[in-house]
């Protein structure tokens, strides 16, 4: 999930570092609000990515504040293995019909830059872009907007590629070994078996 977390920071400008294991090492100083990326649109923490990814917490938060009976949590591996079920059960907690024929086709997949300097280039002329288009509201018409804002989104989306790098097997497994204690907490919380979040093979 951290992974996921970083690449889409990065798919989306908010994150510069743009190597997940170095991002990692950058906790230490972000912690202290050092090399916080310019124009980040979240709380500094969330780029403490192995603090985000301790779900025990802020589970046992929400269970204190609405109780257990108040909170549907949905195991990301059981969405993906049968999205069509996990919908079904949300409908039932949030007691609404199931009327609708939903399309659970991937949609969003992951994308990864093909060109690091261009990728960066397109974030800049995305914040001159907004600039511009917001000087130029009170007197060109949202049609010309809207031309003179696409520049950024093409220049992006030719430079994206399907997919994300890999987490390194070293990286994986020393991650596994920092979560067990956190992991075997909230199977106690959610009475859940969860041992399979432990095996360092890459599933994402």
Excluded at 135 to 161: C, D, E, F, T
Excluded at 182 to 189: C, G
Aim: charged share 30%; proline share 4%.
């Amino acid at each position: 999930m951290i992974a996921s977390l970083h690449a889409q920071y990065v798919k989306t400008g908010n994150e510069d570092i743009f190597r997940f294991e170095e991002a990692l090492k950058a906790e230490v100083d972000r912690a202290k609000g050092k090399h916080i990326p310019s124009g980040f649109n979240y709380p500094s923490e969330y780029l403490l990515y192995r603090e985000v990814g301790k779900y025990f917490e802020q589970l046992r938060r929400y269970f204190s504040e609405f109780g257990r009976k108040g909170v549907h949590v949905i195991i990301f591996d059981d969405f993906q293995s049968d999205s069509e079920r996990e919908f079904v059960a949300v409908c039932k907690f949030l007691g609404i019909p199931v009327n609708t024929k939903i399309d659970f086709t991937k949609n969003n997949p992951a994308r990864t830059p093909r060109v690091i300097m261009l990728h960066q280039a397109s974030f800049r002329l995305k914040v001159i872009e907004r600039a511009v288009v917001k000087a130029l509201r009170p007197i060109v018409p949202s049609q010309v907007r809207k031309v003179l804002g696409s520049g950024y989104h093409s220049l992006w989306a030719l430079n994206m590629k399907a997919g994300r790098v890999p987490v390194s097997n070293e990286t994986r497994m020393t991650l596994v070994s920092f979560y067990k204690p956190e992991i075997k907490r909230l199977e106690n919380l959610l009475g859940r078996d969860l041992r399979d979040w432990c095996v360092s093979n890459d599933r994402d």
